[in-house]
């Protein structure tokens, strides 16, 4: 059975969080084949549930304003994820932290605009799948 996982963007800029054991996620990220991050997150199933529970109660009542969301709070938190509106959709600006909340050792990029329709509908999958 595969492990959940969500992946955002294109094939040029995109972001993956997947799950590899219960309390074990890879975070993957490439910018234009030019530069990649990969790297492992001790996470609990709870905590992505709630981070992905954020996200969908951003998408599912936009509010038409920017917004933001951890995958957990704290000094160790690996993503962070920012919306800002663009059309029907969200562009997210990414701040990956393999260290934790890291001012030194990051990495930033952005995702061009994803329809809200699909967000949710990719966000609700990973949600369904961690919960079930």
């Known amino acids: 059975m ?3 996982r969500i992946r955002l963007g294109n094939d040029d800029v995109w972001l993956e969080l997947a799950r590899t054991r219960t309390d074990s996620w890879q975070i993957t990220a490439e910018w234009s084949s030019c530069l990649t991050a990969d790297f492992s997150a001790d996470l609990s199933a709870t905590e992505v549930v709630d981070f992905v529970a954020r996200m969908l109660s ?5 509010s038409g304003g920017r917004f933001s969301a951890v995958v957990t709070p704290g000094r160790n938190n690996p993503l962070t994820l920012k919306g800002e509106p663009v059309g029907d959709g ?3 600006f990414v701040r990956l932290t393999p260290n934790g909340d890291d001012d030194v050792c ?3 990029m952005e995702i061009d ?4 329709l699909e967000l949710r509908e990719t966000f609700s999958a990973l949600h369904t799948a961690l919960v079930v």
Not at 58 to 62: I, V
Request: no cysteine.
């Open 2 to 4: 595969e492990e959940p």
């Open 58 to 62: 951003h998408l599912r009542a936009p």
């Open 90 to 92: 969200f562009a997210f």
């Open 106 to 108: 990051h990495l930033q």
């Open 113 to 116: 605009p994803i329809a809200t």
